[in-house]
Each structure stands twice: as C-alpha cells, then as structure tokens.
C-alpha cells in the first residue's frame, strides 16, 4: 500500500495535542521560550529519572550514541525520505553505511543484558515511535490485531467496525516497535522523523544537549490502559486516556477502579520519588502473569486485579506537552489544579474516528483481513 511520506512526517495515531481555539488566546505560560523549553525537555531525559523510577519501569540498559552515528542517522533519513515511494526501495538501505552497521552490532551485542527476547530503542529525549508506519510489519500485524479484537470483542454488541480497527491500528502502532536485534533497531531509528531535531541538536551541541540510545524490555499491554497524568507542583491534578479517538467499553465500565490503582500507586509510589514538582506521567498496566491472558494487547475487564501500573516516561509539563482529552486553553486550571481532579475517557463511541486520526495511518483502516 502506497504511503504518503509528506504526512508520514507529522503523523501520529495516538495524537495527544491539544485542539487550537483561537479566539481565546492563551495568557498564562509555563514554557515561554526555546532555552525554557531545552532545559525542561534536558530535565526528563530518561537518564534523568530512571534509576529512581527503577522499580516501577520496565528493565531498562544505556549505550552510548555517538556524534558520528547520529550524523549518519541523520544523514540515512534524508535517504529514506528520497527514496520510500520508489518502487524498488528497501529497508535495508542503511546497511551500505558503515558506521550504522557498526551501531547495529553494537546494539545486538548490548541486548543480552536485558535477558529478554524483545526490546523497544529509543534516544534520552524520546522514541522512534512514528517509524511504525513505515514497518514492513505493519500490514501482517494490523490483520492479525483485528481478527484478535473481533474474536474478543463477539459480547460488545454496540462496537462498530470502523472504532474496531481504529484499535487493531493503535495495537499495531505499538507492536509494530518490537526490535529482536540491532538492525530492526537501526531502521526505526533512520526512518524516524520525531527524532532528527534531537539529533541535529546534539551533534551541535553534545556537551549542552547529550544523548544516549536506550534498549528497553519490550512490554506487551493492553493498549486501552495506556493513560497520561499530569504532576503540578507534587499534585496529581489530572489523568487522560492517552488515545482519544477511541471508545473503549471495558475502561468505561471499570474507570473508577481504574483510578483507585492510578491514584494510589501516583500519590504514594512515585510522587514522594520524583523531585521535579511538575511533570506528565505516562503509564501504562501489564498483566502479572501473561499465562492468565487470552491476548495480552487487548484488556480483560475481569482480570483487572492482574493488571499493575508501569510508567514509561516522564515529559515537562509545559504548554508543548500534549493533553489527550484536555486541552491547555480550556483545561488550564485543572491541568494545574485550580480545580478538582478529573479522569477523562471517551464515554461513547465517536462518530466518525477516521476523521480524527493522521490520514496517513487511516490509510490502513481498510485492509482486507483476509488476505495474506
């Protein structure tokens, strides 16, 4: 399926940021300028914050990045942008570029300290999360993924097709990210466009602005329990489900549990932890024992005891950080906590979630599921 590598820059199916309204122009600010914003992005890279958070984040192993390597990164992306839509394109492209394949071994060789068989990469500053649009593997886990909700989903009477493969879109937009060695690590990082400025940022400046690669364990979870909080000064004020074109009807009939665990585990757990007093938490809730489940991307309402919280990142607090179903130009004095918590979901099934998400990826809604 032909992509269109324009929008493949700004896509994102899981948007989090927050709808323009114009006409009330914003006049608070927490974030007001670009060296605000560099030293607030520079306080939640993840070597930041992670070995405090150890305990509650998935395992987790550092290796360094050079500048020379993020030159080339930088440099193979330029190739991919040029050459994606031509027919005789390859994801392999990279491998002609020594230093990349140099990476790639370095990464494979690093991976057995996570004693894991998968592993999500990423950068200080963030992941090449956009490149699972470009994945060949995009199309076979789509197929699979709606096949899985349909099969799991034969009681919820009410669900239309289209918000079901809105979520078999948003499964695939994870596991889509799954790396088993160093060259799938590679290509996400060269066919992402999320993490060039960083780059860019780095190889000017590797003292002011350093980075590091990431491997992670890649954790397997439902997709409907992945949330976003907002920390205001020590105060949870706010959480969001973290996609918002969905309408997911077992998070709808259990959110109040849902946020008895969230609360508890924020305010008690990771609050007293964390020393920046403002922050956005993104999480996420894994089954103990995956040998309980039928498909581990797809939540069991049943088994929500099973179910304990991970965080994934922490992101500054600022007008630049996205807000999922708030927004900073009405949503000010919740997100800060001027008034009372809110936990927000999608109550009801949108009425036409295509419009909503990145064209590019809405492209895929409509693979035939039957075929090979």
Known sequence: MAINLKALQKVSLKKTSQTSDKSKPMTKTICSDSESYKKLMKETFLEEYLQILEKFTMKTVSLELTTQEADSIRKNYQI?????????????????????????EKISKKQPELKTENFFIRLSSRSPKDSALSSPKTKEIFIKSLQDLENFD????DLTDINRRVHALYITSVDALKCKDGEDAVRLLVESFRIQDDLEEYSKDPKGYPLSIFLRDFLT???ELELRAFIY????????QYNQFLFFPRVFRTKDKILEKAKKFVEEELIPKIPSESYVLDLLMTYKNLNDVT?????????????????VELNPLAEFAGTGLFTWMNDWDILTGEKPFEFRIVNELPKNPIQE???TWAEHLFIDKNQK
Not at 80 to 104: C, G, R
Not at 154 to 157: A, G, L, P, V, Y
Not at 295 to 311: A, E
Request: hydrophobic share 35%.
């Open 233 to 240: 000064k020590k105060k949870f004020t706010s959480m969001t």
């Open 154 to 157: 034969n009681d919820e009477k």
């Open 80 to 104: 991919f942008k040029e050459t994606y839509e031509k027919p005789n394109f390859t994801h392999d492209f990279w491998k002609v570029d020594s230093i990349l394949v140099q990476l790639a």
């Open 221 to 223: 979870f439902p997709v």
């Open 357 to 359: 998400i990145d064209q």
């Open 295 to 311: 498909n581990p991307f797809i939540y069991d309402d049943k088994l929500l005891d099973q179910l304990d919280f991970c965080v």
